[in-house]
């Protein structure tokens, strides 16, 4: 009698490989997703408990429950007291915008020149490598400071020549743009230099065979190549920028700052003011706008992280 053996198919087999190593990569995972949940995701549900309360930083045991009213309430009287009827909140969420969308394109403008001559052979490459992560490597407490200083149109080396720049409206952000330029282009530089490096170089060599200029090998192999790393560079920075607040607030003042940053309106708010509801309130504002701009940003541009 002829014994006929059944093999499993190849697809099969691929997909129960899969399924072993995600059981694997969960376990492993698993110590760390713990430790997220506990340090992050209960004060994430704390805030939202929170900002559905009165609650004041004093006392956090005595709040009361009201609803919506951090986020839309008007009294007796017609006086619009919610979060989101504030100009001055709308003001803020429109500056830290202004501030993320021209910081960050100008670093990356800066820290592709930057990065594409670094990833060139020269003497003295390693040297500038080194020297490029100073400004990265200093607290930005420290160099914010430092920067209010030059910025003095007392004794400041840029404020003698361009007057009080933090003291005038109109020139304020620029002021603080400029100091966020000079700190994280260097980062942007790094990300974009790791993606350089991986390029092949026999790509370059074909195209110069063929005739291709520099101009056009950009354009048509070096941008292409480095799409992935230039979005993961520009989300990190994006989301860092969202979140502004110490150079903010070290050169400007907690009055001041919360003028033109979401995350010190809401320090103002719940330590200056004591009102631990309404400032977490605030705190889910931000939480849900940087979610919904990190979201649209990977969806639309197909960002992938591995």
């Given at each position: 009698m002829k014994t006929q053996t059944v093999s499993t198919p190849p697809k099969t087999r691929s997909r129960g490989v899969h399924a072993a190593r995600a059981r694997v990569a969960f376990f492993f995972l698993l110590p760390a997703l713990l430790a997220i949940a506990l340090t992050a995701g209960y004060p994430l549900f704390k805030t939202f408990q929170y900002s559905f309360t009165d609650a004041l930083i004093t006392d956090p045991s005595s709040a009361k429950p009201i609803g919506l009213g951090n986020f839309w309430y008007t009294n007796e009287k017609g006086v619009e007291l919610g979060l989101l009827q504030d100009p001055k909140w709308w003001g803020a969420v429109r500056s830290t915008f202004t501030f993320t969308f021209l910081s960050v394109g100008l670093e990356f403008v800066l820290g592709m020149v930057i990065a594409l001559v670094l990833?060139?052979?020269?003497?003295?490459r390693s040297f500038l490598r080194t020297a490029l992560l100073v400004p990265w490597a200093i607290p930005t407490v420290v160099s914010a400071q430092?920067?209010?200083?030059?910025?003095?149109?007392?004794?400041?080396?840029?404020?003698?020549?361009?007057?009080?720049?933090?003291?005038?409206?109109d020139k304020t952000l620029w002021a603080i743009i400029a100091v966020d330029v000079w700190k994280t282009t260097p980062f942007m530089a790094l990300m974009l230099i790791a993606g350089l490096s991986i390029i092949p170089a026999d790509l370059y060599e074909?195209?110069?065979?063929?005739?291709?200029?520099?101009?056009?090998?950009?354009?048509r192999i070096t941008l292409p190549l480095l799409r992935p790393a230039i979005l993961v560079a520009v989300v990190f920075r994006a989301l860092d920028a969202l979140r502004v607040f110490d150079v903010m607030n070290v050169m400007?003042?907690?009055?001041?700052?919360?003028?033109?940053?979401?995350?010190?309106?809401?320090?103002?708010?719940?330590?200056?003011?004591?009102?631990?509801?309404?400032?977490?309130?605030?705190?889910?504002?931000?939480?849900?706008i940087i979610l919904a701009f990190t979201?649209?940003?990977?969806?639309?541009?197909?960002?992938?992280?591995?």
């Open positions: 990833n060139s052979e020269f003497k003295g430092m920067w209010s200083f030059m910025y003095n149109d007392s004794f400041g080396l840029l404020g003698t020549h361009l007057g009080a720049v933090l003291a005038d409206a074909a195209a110069d065979v063929d005739g291709a200029s520099k101009w056009t090998q950009f354009w400007l003042g907690p009055n001041r700052a919360s003028e033109l940053s979401m995350t010190a309106y809401a320090r103002l708010h719940m330590i200056d003011n004591q009102l631990l509801g309404y400032g977490s309130a605030v705190a889910v504002m931000i939480f849900l979201v649209l940003y990977v969806a639309s541009l197909r960002v992938r992280f591995d």
